[in-house]
């Protein structure tokens, strides 16, 4: 996507680290989860890179959402 730093880059996820659910969230919809994820690039400049990534929980699979699984 735009946001990502790294686009056209060798990379490799080195680290993910849950920072926490999202209050309010579970009778509302789905459980909304953050985390940190590293990103270690591996062309010649090297280097790495944080990110923060929520992800939306569901219980059932959401077809409308086929093009964002992970």
Do not use: M, N
Request: with cysteine; net charge negative.
């Amino acid at each position: 996507t735009r946001w990502f730093g790294g686009k056209g880059r060798p990379f490799e996820v080195t680290a993910v680290h849950r920072i926490g659910q999202v209050p309010g969230c579970v009778d509302a919809g789905p459980a909304v989860v953050d985390h940190h994820v590293e990103l270690t690039y591996g062309d010649s400049e090297g280097g790495t890179e944080t990110y923060q990534v929520p992800l939306a929980l569901y219980a059932e699979a959401e077809t409308r959402l086929d093009h964002a699984f992970i």
